[in-house]
């Protein structure tokens, strides 16, 4: 097996990998979305991250088919990193909100180096015009970081408001 064959098998196992992820984070969302009502904002940002993931788990879908991937093989049991950082953990606690934003921040984390990851590895297989498609996704996720990132202040806040009343 030459270089650039070992790099696409191990391009076409993270595009897996990374369609895993992104399906466990519309899991997530789902989940956790009913009780995150009282917080209009993030509520928002959540829906449309939802949505997104949707279409970044489909572009994963592309790019395997397009590199004769068949969707079957898809569906892989997500790594123990990612199940982790996973919400449903912290259902009922008090600071709920509080402990779902800071694990959607690592997941964040996860996603934009996972990303940075296949990026490097479509270059190392020869793949480089799938990079725009990756790089896009790249650039939803980190949009989604900063937001969590800068507004954990206010969330933070928004808590504390509804806990005193
Ligand atoms: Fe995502």
New binding site residues.
Partial sequence: MNDVKRAMDVYLNGLRNQHA??MQ?VGTIQNEMPRMEPYPDLYAKMKA?HE??VT?AARLDDLLEKHGTSKSVVKQAVTGAVATVAGFIHKGAEDEVIKNVLAAIGYKAY?ISSYKVLLTLADAAGAGDDKSTLEQ?MK??QEMGDWLGSNLPNLVHAFLERKAA
């Fill in positions: 992820v992104e984070a991250d997104r993931s970044q996603e996704s939803e996720e």
